[in-house]
């Protein structure tokens, strides 16, 4: 049974910096879209970044060259590097898994709908300014 485990979650000030991780076990696809989705209290969750098994990458525009997410093949572990960040980016975390998703389908808005998405627990970002 595979699984994601997300940490690096926490509190910092407006204008700081996060690393979020996510471990991911026991998947073996060759094809596959992961992803970094957010949720904040009484919102939908929505995409932040994705990352296709080919290596593309989608970036939701509220977090554009600030947000940074790259897959270590060799540890099975998806990172989000958060820079500048904003009170708005206030959430939790999921890290997800959609296997055999193209690298076209693999973006902020179609992934996180897409059939068989394997989500992680969640991890907490506080932002306060």
């Known amino acids: 049974q595979g699984q994601l485990v997300e940490s690096g979650g926490g509190s910092v000030l407006s204008g700081g910096s996060l690393r979020l991780s996510c471990a991911a076990s026991?998947?073996?696809?060759?094809?596959?879209?992961m992803g970094w989705f957010r949720q904040a209290p009484g919102k939908e969750r929505e995409g932040v970044a994705t990352?296709?098994?080919?290596?593309?990458?989608n970036y939701a525009d509220s977090v554009k060259g600030r947000f940074t997410i790259s897959l270590d093949n060799a540890k099975n572990t998806l990172i989000l590097e958060m820079n500048s960040l904003k009170p708005e980016d206030t959430a939790m975390y999921y890290c997800?898994?959609?296997?055999?998703?193209?690298?076209?389908?693999?973006?902020?808005?179609?992934?996180?709908?897409?059939?068989?998405?394997?989500w992680g627990q969640g991890t907490q970002v506080t932002v306060s300014s």
């Open positions: 997800a898994i959609v296997p055999g998703l193209s690298s076209a389908s693999c973006t902020v808005s179609v992934a996180r709908r897409s059939f068989g998405v394997i």
């Open positions: 026991g998947y073996t696809y060759s094809r596959y879209c």
């Open positions: 990352v296709a098994s080919n290596g593309d990458t």
